[in-house]
Nanobody
Framework: QVQLVESGGGLVQTGGSLRLSCAAS????????MGWFRQTPGKEREFVAA????????YYGDFVQGRFTISRDDAGNTGYLEMNNLRPEDAATYYC??????????????????WGQGTQVTVSS
């Protein structure tokens, strides 16, 4: 089991930046990938970014357009999502998630086993 706790959400103006963190505990040595998703009320959870934990390969949703960067610390216990040039449409609850298995699409919610509780991002226009 892996426990995930997000932090770093908040209120920011359009064009501003936030850095989300995802602290992992438990069996973190088995993490294959970490992903970030976001969700607004009434909509499905949307892929934002993912990173293969040991290899470092990174993947982004089309809407990111170079504004977000996913990363992790050297110890492999914390993941980050740096978000720049935020837009009102980026407002959502952001979730981090992990999986242990290769071969699954990192773009899909169903590929992830463990999820954090989410952190709210609000962008004022």
């Amino acid at each position: 089991q892996v426990q995930l706790v997000e932090s770093g959400g908040g209120l920011v103006q359009t064009g501003g930046s936030l850095r989300l963190s995802c602290a992992a505990s438990g069996r973190t040595g088995g993490i294959y990938a970490m992903g970030w998703f976001r969700q607004t009320p009434g909509k499905e959870r949307e892929f934002v970014a993912a990173m293969k934990w040991k290899e470092g390969h990174k993947y982004y949703g089309d809407f990111v357009q170079g504004r977000f960067t996913i990363s992790r610390d050297d110890a492999g216990n914390t993941g980050y999502l740096e978000m720049n040039n935020l837009r009102p449409e980026d407002a959502a609850t952001y979730y981090c998630a992990t999986n242990r298995f290769l071969g699954l699409s990192l773009y899909q919610v169903r590929s992830y086993e463990f999820w954090g509780q989410g952190t709210q991002v609000t962008v004022s226009s």
